[in-house]
């Protein structure tokens, strides 16, 4: 399956997930969202008739626009303190200013000079370089790679950034991301001792904040009924459903490492301590 085919696919079946959980908390959103959720259906299925070679990247634009309205909407609906989101915008400048050094070097499709930019490869890795399992998190594997995990940690970033501060939020992404790689390391040795891994990418980090996120709205759950907090959780479950479709359709990518890290990044959010100004309540009109 081509590059094409799985951006549609993938764009398509966000779309259906927000569906779902757009119709089960209807009463708390306004009517045009679910509106917007199907025109934006529309516009792909009418771009996969008219331009099927093209549909994929078209309607991974549609959905782009189709979430930052979302975003906008709920941040204009905030009644707390605007996230100032200070780590999430550290984070993306250190991956756009190592892309640039990839592009640079020439390392954007190259595994040797990923290697050498600091790629996770199992044989240094075993030789002491642990390092890597740092380094890697800021590598990818060209801008589409790159754009992927960008809008992820731009979307997922200031709400767990907000529950947990700069420090932690920093070092629970670093940690999700070394947890999720070293966990697929430590299953494919188990498997095949003999096999040679290269990662590379903030998958794993950010699939971490999906962890980190949904711990932050079970524990809103324990302490009220939320319907906010269950749109919450739903959506982050969503997210690691269609992040296991997308790994069984690439097979290149290592699911183990995206688990990992959103397993790493469950536990960590469940042993954290969250501020206490942080709740995921109902508001109104939302």
Same mark, same amino acid.
């Given at each position: 399956?081509?590059?094409?085919?799985?951006?549609?696919?993938?764009?398509?079946?966000?779309?259906?997930?927000?569906?779902?959980?757009?119709?089960?908390?209807?009463?708390?959103?306004?009517?045009?969202?679910?509106?917007?959720?199907?025109?934006?259906?529309? $516009?792909?299925?009418?771009?996969?008739? &008219?331009?099927? /070679?093209?549909? !994929? *990247? #078209?309607?991974? =634009?549609? +959905?782009?626009?189709?979430?930052?309205?979302?975003?906008?909407?709920?941040?204009?609906?905030?009644?707390?303190?605007?996230?100032?989101?200070?780590?999430?915008?550290?984070?993306?400048?250190?991956?756009?200013?190592?892309? $640039?050094?990839?592009?640079?070097?020439? &390392?954007?499709? /190259?595994?040797? !000079? *990923? #290697?050498?930019? =600091?790629? +996770?490869?199992?044989?240094?890795?075993?030789?002491?370089?642990?390092?890597?399992?740092?380094?890697?998190?800021?590598?990818?594997?060209?801008?589409?790679?790159?754009?992927?995990?960008?809008?992820?940690?731009?979307?997922?970033?200031?709400?767990?950034?907000?529950?947990?501060?700069?420090?932690?939020?920093?070092?629970?992404?670093?940690?999700?991301?070394?947890?999720?790689?070293?966990?697929?390391?430590?299953?494919?040795?188990?498997?095949?001792?003999?096999?040679?891994?290269?990662?590379?990418?903030?998958?794993?980090?950010?699939?971490?904040?999906?962890?980190?996120?949904?711990?932050?709205?079970?524990?809103?759950?324990?302490?009220?009924?939320?319907?906010?907090?269950?749109?919450?959780?739903?959506?982050?479950?969503?997210?690691?459903?269609?992040?296991?479709?997308?790994?069984?359709?690439?097979?290149?990518?290592?699911?183990?490492?995206?688990?990992?890290?959103?397993?790493?990044?469950?536990?960590?959010?469940?042993?954290?301590?969250?501020?206490?100004?942080?709740?995921?309540?109902?508001?109104?009109?939302?």
């Amino acid at each position: 399956m081509n590059t094409n085919y799985i951006l549609f696919l993938v764009a398509c079946l966000n779309l259906l997930g927000d569906l779902y959980s757009i119709f089960k908390f209807r009463s708390q959103l306004p009517r045009w969202i679910p509106i917007l959720n199907l025109a934006s259906l529309a $516009a792909c299925g009418g771009t996969w008739l &008219a331009a099927p /070679d093209i549909a !994929g *990247f #078209i309607a991974v =634009g549609i +959905l782009t626009v189709y979430i930052c309205s979302i975003k906008f909407y709920g941040r204009s609906r905030a009644t707390s303190t605007p996230v100032a989101a200070t780590a999430t915008k550290v984070l993306i400048a250190i991956n756009l200013l190592s892309f $640039a050094l990839q592009v640079a070097f020439g &390392a954007t499709n /190259d595994r040797r !000079g *990923f #290697i050498e930019l =600091g790629a +996770l490869y199992t044989p240094l890795l075993e030789s002491g370089q642990w390092w890597r399992l740092v380094t890697a998190q800021f590598l990818h594997w060209g801008a589409l790679h790159l754009l992927f995990n960008m809008m992820g940690l731009w979307f997922l970033g200031p709400i767990v950034e907000k529950a947990l501060g700069f420090m932690r939020f920093i070092g629970a992404y670093l940690a999700c991301g070394v947890g999720g790689m070293a966990i697929a390391v430590g299953y494919r040795h188990l498997f095949d001792s003999d096999s040679r891994m290269l990662m590379l990418g903030a998958s794993a980090s950010v699939l971490g904040l999906v962890g980190l996120q949904a711990a932050i709205a079970v524990k809103a759950l324990r302490r009220s009924s939320s319907p906010f907090a269950k749109a919450q959780l739903a959506a982050m479950i969503q997210i690691v459903v269609l992040q296991g479709i997308f790994d069984f359709l690439v097979p290149e990518v290592s699911s183990t490492a995206h688990l990992g890290g959103a397993a790493v990044g469950f536990l960590l959010g469940m042993l954290l301590t969250i501020r206490p100004r942080v709740h995921l309540t109902e508001r109104k009109g939302v």
